[in-house]
């Protein structure tokens, strides 16, 4: 019976207490997702991930689906947010916070889905495997649909200053992403069903066991190139980069200038090539001004350059030799959308600036992997966006890719946390393909990076700045480059098959009751 109090029914006891773990649970997935988001770059706070996950598993215990897909949303809402937030200094001016929010949103449903799918395995042994497979099953499908996917933000690229990296050189991006969140539900699991320990401790072994591995190695194999980088610098003016392309194009040139003279001066180092940012140059080849330019330094170039031919646009590296002018080229395989390809076009101009712009807009993608030759050099190459996916880097790798080589244009997002997202996912694709990483930024931050993750140099963001550096070349095949993608498909499989089980265990369990 109900009590009744000043007139009114007294709220029952029992609802209360649901109401509170209601609040609780939506609360501790809140605190979560911001604990995930503060592992990444520019902070070396990657331990933060673990506790995240632990309160991650802890929410998900005992609800039905619909209550884990409203978890696992606000989860995802709360990582997304300030993780995507240089999407503000991209666009905010001009068109407000909806592709902001709107692409936290669609990120975001990734993990509502997950949070649905996870009920499904927790009540298996050995729990936190199978649920931990599925998150790197959810990543997996985000980096590739809608509209080849938007990898940002995988668990993995948040662990480049902590002991989960090395597993990187061993099963790529998937294995790091999938050791931080099975720790860290392992973690919650022992706290949480402490008289279960014996069952759990398998579990723990092996989560622990995937930290404990050798370090990649580092040494030069095929001996090593000096490379210097030329970062130009550019306004921090948002949008109003489309219309001061002819400035960018003046600083890199008057940069490139600078480290010419030191380079006849003596006063660094002469290297064996130069690398240019992304986007530093417009060119259809048959430029007179790079020609001159590169015959300045001395040593050949390789020009991030938007290249005008006869079957359309491309965002391009091309290799530049200082005698004989433009050669190769790689074309960027890893369109922007909205950006460098327009869907949608009817209604994509509430949401950007680039389908008017035909310098830009519908560029086309190229076709052929990431490896140029150049000064003797066989060279992988990631532009830009690429750097997020696996398999661009791990192409020119596996097509004999010495070192890799990253340009990319990030002055459109400001003083943010962009480039240095950018710069950990480079940090990891070092280890994952055990080959040095130089990142030539636009507006920084440029970097040299070792084969084991680890900055040998870099730039400020925002100014202009030259490096001259020497890498050490290498031809081993790393365990992750030589599977590929093989790793993933294999947690994807283990991940369906947990559901599937765990999904007859429950029929039979209704059965039974019945």
């Given amino acids: 019976m109900s009590s009744v109090v000043g007139g009114r029914p007294a709220v029952q006891p029992d609802r209360l207490r649901r109401a509170a773990r209601v609040l609780w649970r939506d609360g501790a997935v809140v605190l979560a997702g911001l604990l995930l988001f503060l592992a990444f770059p520019p902070r070396t706070l990657w331990w933060t991930a673990l506790p995240a996950f632990a309160l991650l598993w802890w929410a998900l215990q005992g609800v039905r689906a619909r209550r884990g897909a409203v978890l696992g949303f606000v989860f995802g809402m709360a990582f997304f947010l300030p993780h995507l937030l240089w999407i503000q200094d991209f666009l905010g001016a001009q068109f407000g916070p909806w592709p902001w929010l709107g692409l936290s949103a669609v990120m975001a449903a990734f993990l509502a889905a997950y949070g649905a799918g996870v009920t499904l395995v927790t009540r298996l042994p050995g729990a936190p495997l199978w649920a931990a497979a599925l998150f790197v099953l959810q990543e997996s499908l985000r980096g590739r649909t809608p509209l080849n996917g938007f990898p940002w933000g995988r668990v993995a690229f948040g662990q480049v200053d902590g002991p989960y990296l090395p597993l990187a050189h061993y099963g790529g991006a998937t294995l790091v992403t999938f050791a931080v969140v099975a720790s860290g539900f392992c973690v919650a699991a022992l706290l949480t ?5 014996r069952r759990a401790v398998p579990v723990l072994v092996i989560a622990i066991a995937l930290v404990v591995v050798p370090a990649p190695p580092t040494d030069a194999q095929a001996g090593t190139r000096t490379v210097g ?8 003016d948002g949008l109003g980069l489309l219309g001061q392309r002819a400035e960018v194009r003046r600083n890199t040139l008057s940069v490139n200038a600078g480290l010419a003279g030191e380079i006849r ?9 130069v690398v240019w940012p992304e986007g530093s140059t417009s060119t259809d080849g048959r430029d007179p001004v790079v020609d001159r330019a590169v015959a300045d330094l001395g040593v050949p170039a390789l020009v991030g350059a938007i290249f005008r031919g006869d079957g359309g646009t491309e965002n391009s590296v091309v290799e530049w030799d200082p005698v004989t002018g433009a050669g190769e080229r790689y074309a960027k395989q890893e369109l922007v959308p909205f950006s460098e ?19 830009w807009a519908d560029m086309r993608a190229g076709t052929r992997p990431g490896v140029l030759d150049v ?10 966006y690429e750097v997020a996916y696996d398999w661009v880097l791990r192409e020119g790798t596996q097509d004999g890719a010495q070192m890799l080589v990253v340009p990319t244009d990030n002055a459109w997002f400001g003083q943010s946390e962009m480039t240095y997202q950018q710069l950990g996912m480079a940090r990891l694709r070092a280890v994952e393909n055990g080959r040095a990483v130089v990142v030539a930024a ?8 070792e084969p084991d993750g680890s900055v040998a140099r870099s730039t400020g963001m925002y100014t202009a700045d030259t490096m001259v ?7 081993d095949i790393t365990p992750a480059t030589r599977i590929g993608g093989w790793v993933e498909a294999g947690f994807a499989a283990t991940a369906l098959a947990a559901c599937m089980a765990g999904f007859l265990a429950r029929r039979r369990r209704g059965a039974a009751g019945g």
């Fill in 193 to 197: 069903r402490p008289r279960e320990i």
């Fill in 229 to 236: 980088t030329v970062q130009g610098n550019a306004p921090d």
């Fill in 265 to 273: 001066a003596g006063t660094v180092p002469r290297p064996d090539f």
């Fill in 341 to 359: 390809r327009i869907p949608f076009r009817s209604i994509s101009s509430a949401v950007t600036p680039f389908v008017d712009f035909d310098e």
């Fill in 375 to 384: 000064a003797g050099t066989r060279v992988g190459l990631g532009i830009c």
């Fill in 442 to 449: 636009l507006s920084g931050v440029s970097a040299v990076v």
């Fill in 469 to 475: 550096e020497t890498v050490p070349l290498r031809t």
